[in-house]
Nanobody
Framework: QVQLVESGGRSVQAGDSLRLSCAAS????????IGWFRQAPGKEREFVGR????????NVADSVKDRFTISRDNAKNTVSLQISSLKPEDTAVYFC??????????????WGQGTQVAVSS
């Protein structure tokens, strides 16, 4: 079974950029769809974007698509989330996930442990 580990989260200033990584083990990442989600304090987990396992197409939530980019590195078996022009409202724990049956409601069976992003103004 695939296992996922996120990294790259840290405290940053508004306007900075950040790159989060999701490293997979146990399965080639090129064959599975991987999604990014985030959960801010006191809020429900929300879908950020995903990369399809079959053709590598990416899909990013409308609310962040102008600042968030998802990419996949098959050789490194990782999926990255590039965030630019960070805002305080981007503060959240960011998760990657697989085996998702409903992306918009965060219904996934495999989750990483999450990586914290804190954006100060």
């Amino acid at each position: 079974q695939v296992q996922l580990v996120e990294s790259g989260g840290r405290s940053v200033q508004a306007g900075d950029s950040l790159r989060l990584s999701c490293a997979a083990s146990g399965h080639p990442i090129s064959t599975i769809s991987i999604g990014w989600f985030r959960q801010a304090p006191g809020k429900e987990r929300e879908f950020v974007g995903r990369v399809a396992g079959n053709d590598g197409r990416t899909n990013v939530a409308d609310s962040v698509k102008d600042r968030f980019t998802i990419s996949r590195d098959n050789a490194k078996n990782t999926v990255s989330l590039q965030i630019s022009s960070l805002k305080p409202e981007d503060t959240a724990v960011y998760f990657c996930a697989a085996a998702c049956t409903a992306w918009d409601t965060s219904r996934c069976n495999i989750w990483g442990q999450g990586t914290q992003v804190a954006v100060s103004s």
